[in-house]
């Protein structure tokens, strides 16, 4: 996530865990199949999702826990809701009901016996399935449910525009089981994600007019033939129209796969221009799709940040393992941009930004750590990234930016933003380390020490270690923590 720190001020409260330094040989293995119909005229998800869930820990599982992130959007007694209000938010508080989401319609089976759902006595979007019969170590269960999603307004993550829908954070997920239990947490605009690697099948079904930009690799070649057309169809043809087009009374189904990842979102609009493009790795060992969606001809061009960001990572950290990289630029709620596998959404095409979120892939994506209590492992590490990056490719629009390495630095690095933040803090005497849970942070050090003085850090030990060693070393890292929650080795 990339955060406009100097216009965002926040407030945080967050569910503690205990905290352990003890890591695992074990990860959980959860594989989902979902099926799921986009009701356009009443803002509804209809779905169906079965999750294969494997219990590779050495405990006995007498229970699951399960997220139910679109609850975040219920009522005003929620995280969220709660958070948006410290922070000064108050659209979602004096939200109509229509423009307030949830999730309903739930019925976990296992084996077509019904499992007790009991929710969080304090957070509605969390609740804990009781097993009929306990899961022992090395076992493996289907659960199935139905789910209805109400998709609330643009207020944060997920939400609608109109007909313009971003589905993310929207299905019936397992917390992560690790060697410190279950690691629950509500739903937040300010505070992210932890997440279990696995396999993802899903069918979306849209009306027919409707491009869908997915995690995963679209498995329709009839859908792949009409987007082919889309893509030649809008070239030169301008911005769109003001009217947005009628919905196809005609249904289409699009199946999208993907393996070793941790979490699926998707973007539905009839009005997306598609705009493609091809980086091929340094070494050669893969060509990698990439996508920019926008409903705005003009953006075109910053897909070559999404090409840039994909081969600045796959030279310095590790080669993208999947076949595509895809942008879209949407009505986001959160910051300036989301990350989620294989797909970011952006509020704007700034460079540093599309670089950020596709950086994300390998800080959060590929290396999945626990985001709400090591903030730093994803935004200190990419963002610091994302700085190298601007750094190698100065332009105009980075004449304000930082430069580290520079005998000035001390002047240059208070030039932006996050470093005015930190020096706030340090003037103020409120600074803090680095590797705090996102809860021990205001919000203003969240954005000056996360994202700046730990960026700032990282390009310390960059230069005392120097390029070769800490570019070995960082791939070491890549290569022995990809596709592993943050306690497995
Ligand atoms: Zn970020």
Redesign the pocket.
Known sequence: ???IWLILLCTWQFIAFGQSNVQANWQQDVSYNIQVTLDDENHILNGQIDIGYTNNSPQTLNEVWIHLWPNAYKNNLTAFAKQQLENNSTSFYFAKPKARGYIDSLDFTVDAQSLKLTYHPEHVDLAKLTLNTPLKSGESIVISSPFRVKVPGSFSRMGHVRNSYQITQWFPKPAVYDVNGWNTMPYLDQGEFYSEFGSFNVSITVPQNYVVAATGVLQDSSEMDWLNDRITYYKGRGKREEDETASSALLKTLHFKQDKIHDFAWFADKEFFVFESKQTLSDSSATINTYLYSTNEYDKSAIQYVNQGVKFYSDKVGNYPYASASAVIGPLKAGG?M?YPMITVLASTDKTTIV??VG?NWF?GIIGTNERNFPWM??SI??YYENRHSKSTKDVSDVFKPNYNSKYAAQDRFADGLSIVYANSLTRNTDQAIDLHSKDYTSSNYGGII?GKGAYIFSLLQQFLGDSLFDSAMQNFYEEWKFKTSFTR
């Open positions: 996530m990339k955060k941009g990350e950020h979120e994300h959060y994803d935004e990419n963002t994202y």
